[in-house]
């Protein structure tokens, strides 16, 4: 894959997010940009622990379904879920049904239930301070960082699972916590991000 591309819309994007259309909404309005808040995180942390061992591209044409599954990722709706709702869940054709994946979503509901100040607040308190150049190209950006892994293990000692170093450095990059646009790329860093 080529690191940039640049579309029929005249527009250069990260090479991943000119590939569909489906790439290209989301690499446009959503990836990298900054999200808060409790149940907006939660559902990105989940699709994410979804996405292991599948293409993100699968877990984003499915994401329609997931949150029609997971009634929103609400936190305190998924959080009081039961076997009926798990076995719900193992019979949904829309959705990956994998059952350590589901019931790990439900656990993360409940530990997220459990922070004092909040699953965004614990979770941005991981983003490193911003960069003051974007990645010239994909073999500049990594997989895992001491940020990221210091998220996991903070995640994995209250309660979360399906959430390894490498998924919260997904995480960071899908919600703003770091920016991987690469250098040229059209999407603009928000300027929140660029003061840090």
């Known amino acids: 894959m080529t690191d940039l591309v640049t579309g029929v819309d ?3 994007r990260c090479g991943w997010g000119a590939s569909t259309p489906d790439y290209a909404a989301y690499h446009d309005e959503e990836w990298g940009r900054p999200l808060h808040g409790d149940d907006a995180l939660y559902e990105r942390l989940s699709l994410e622990a979804f996405q292991s061992g599948l293409s993100w591209l699968t877990i984003l044409r499915k994401r329609p379904a997931f949150r029609s599954a997971f009634h929103g990722f609400r936190l305190e709706t998924v959080a009081r879920y039961d076997e009926t ?33 909040g699953l965004a607040t614990l979770l941005w308190s991981f983003a490193p301070d911003a960069r003051a150049t974007r990645p010239g190209s994909f073999a500049s950006v990594p997989a895992i960082t001491a940020e990221s892994t210091a998220m996991a293990k903070a995640l994995k000692k209250r309660g979360f699972r399906f959430v390894g170093p490498t998924t919260a450095y997904a995480l960071m990059q899908a919600t703003g916590m770091v920016d991987d646009h690469l250098d040229g790329c059209h999407v603009k860093r928000p300027a929140a991000a660029v003061m840090g």
Do not use: S
């Open 10 to 12: 005249g527009l250069a």
């Open 85 to 117: 709702d798990i076995a719900r869940l193992m019979g949904d054709v829309g959705i990956v049904r994998n059952r350590a994946k589901i019931e790990a979503a439900i656990a993360n509901a409940r530990a997220a239930l459990d922070l004092p100040d």
